[in-house]
Every structure is written in structure tokens, then in C-alpha cells.
């Protein structure tokens, strides 16, 4: 049972990410919380644990990036024998390369009319892994049922404190940005378990410090570049300017 429901929850998150039809993605949302409340806590824990840290690199993922295949999950594909490849290939050695498929956050671009819907979509599709990470949170912060934990242990709150932090502390707007999300959807719905200090101390600092976040580095890098040769032409400018007007009055 801990590996089909394991299965079954990358399944539903992972359609939630590639999905781009709203009418399926509204049952995606009902059926994760379906499965989620049926399911016992000493089995939702192992098999949801070890997901959350890829699940929330998915939600945070560019819209112009694929994803990466490995973080992905297939249905097992039935192989043909090999006489019946042959037959349906025409190449010289009876095989074909197969066509590596890419998936993007919301789908392609030719489901969508224009960028801004394709933009609109992936908003969308990261509100929607907020709203199912958030309701998953409620639990993730809840004890094992028979795990006695010791003093020297950190609770399960502190575990998945930690995991957040990591993106907190980036400089990256969208990980900052998708860990907020996350963390409202979970306020909202747990009110029992407190967030730990370091956490409340760590979203306090980020409201308030200045960051070049990475998203921009790159076009900042080049403008301040771009300043620079500006400047520097001027100056040449203005010299050949002045030297120009002591020859005319020489």
C-alpha cells in the first residue's frame, strides 16, 4: 500500500503540473484532497515525505524550461517484440531513435492562443500546487503514530521548517515566491501546529532586506556592462569635443 500511494500522489501532482484544462484541473485538486483525508497518517507520511522537496522544485519550475524526466513518473510501457519493430520501422537496421518527449509547466505552447494565456496558465498551475501543497502541510507537521521521538530529536514541524528555509534563503524570487504561497495555503488551514521561530524570524527578515534576485542578475550584469561603455564613450566624446575647439581657436 506505501508504494501505490506513493505512486498515486506523484501521479495526481504531476498531472496538476502539466494539466491545462480547467475542468480537469479542478477534479485534480478534489482528488488529491480526497485521497489525502482517506489515507492513514502512517502511510501518507512515508509515502508523501521524500516527494515534498521535488514537488515544490516543480512548482518553482521556468516556464520555458522542461522538466526534468527523472522527477517524473511513467506508466510502465509494454515492449513489442522485437520482429513486430522491425516490421513498422524502414530504417536499415529495423529501428527507430525514439522522440523524446518534453514537458513544460501547464502544457505546450500550442494549446494556448498567445503567451499570455500560456502565462496565465502557468500562474495558474502554481497557485493550484500552493493550494495542494499547502492542504498536504496540515499533515506533513503531524507526528508518526508509534514513533516515540526523543529529546535530542526534532519534531516533524522543525524537519519541514528546514526544507522551506532552504528556498527562504535563496536569492532566487520565484523559490521566495513559491514558499510564500505554500505557507499562506498552510496558515489558513492549520491553525493546531505553530511555526517554529527561525521561520517566523526568517519571513520578518525577508520582508524587509533588499535583494538582487537571480532572475534579474543576468540583464543587470549586462546593463550595468552597457553603463559602463556608455560612460566611456562619452568621456571620449567630450575630449574629441574640447580638442576640437582649442584647434579652432589656435
Not at 513544460?104 to 505552447?109: H, N, P, Q, R
Not at 507537521?141 to 521521538?149: I, K
Not at 489558513?188 to 537571480?214: A, K
Amino acid at each position: 500500500m506505501d508504494g501505490l500511494a506513493s505512486d498515486l500522489l506523484r501521479h495526481i501532482f504531476q498531472r496538476a503540473m502539466l494539466e491545462h484544462q480547467q475542468e480537469t484541473i479542478n477534479h485534480i485538486e478534489e482528488l488529491w484532497g480526497l485521497l489525502i483525508r482517506r489515507l492513514p497518517l502512517q502511510v501518507l507520511l512515508p509515502a508523501a515525505c521524500p516527494c515534498v522537496a521535488p514537488w515544490l522544485c516543480m512548482m518553482m519550475q521556468p516556464s520555458r524550461l522542461p522538466f526534468d524526466p527523472s522527477i517524473l513518473i511513467f506508466p510502465p510501457v509494454r515492449k513489442e517484440p522485437i520482429e513486430n519493430r522491425r516490421r513498422s520501422t524502414s530504417g536499415p537496421l529495423g529501428e527507430v531513435a525514439p522522440v523524446e518527449t518534453k514537458y513544460f509547466i501547464a502544457g505546450t505552447d500550442h494549446v494556448y492562443e498567445n503567451p499570455l494565456q500560456r502565462e496565465k496558465a502557468v500562474i495558474r498551475a502554481r497557485c493550484l500546487a500552493a493550494s495542494m501543497l499547502g492542504f498536504l502541510s496540515e499533515y506533513l507537521v503531524q507526528v508518526m503514530p508509534g514513533l516515540t521521538y526523543s529529546a535530542d530529536m526534532e519534531s516533524p514541524v522543525e524537519c519541514y521548517a528546514k526544507l522551506l528555509l532552504v528556498h527562504l534563503n535563496s536569492r532566487s524570487a520565484i523559490q521566495r515566491t513559491a514558499v510564500a504561497m505554500v505557507m499562506a495555503n498552510w496558515g489558513e488551514r492549520c491553525t493546531e501546529i505553530s511555526p517554529p521561530s527561525v521561520l517566523i524570524e526568517r519571513l520578518h527578515v525577508t520582508l524587509t532586506e533588499t535583494v538582487y534576485y537571480d532572475e534579474i542578475g543576468v540583464a543587470y550584469a549586462r546593463l550595468l556592462h552597457d553603463t559602463k561603455d556608455f560612460i566611456a564613450t562619452l568621456r571620449v566624446i567630450f575630449l574629441l569635443t574640447k580638442l576640437s575647439i582649442v584647434f579652432n581657436q589656435v
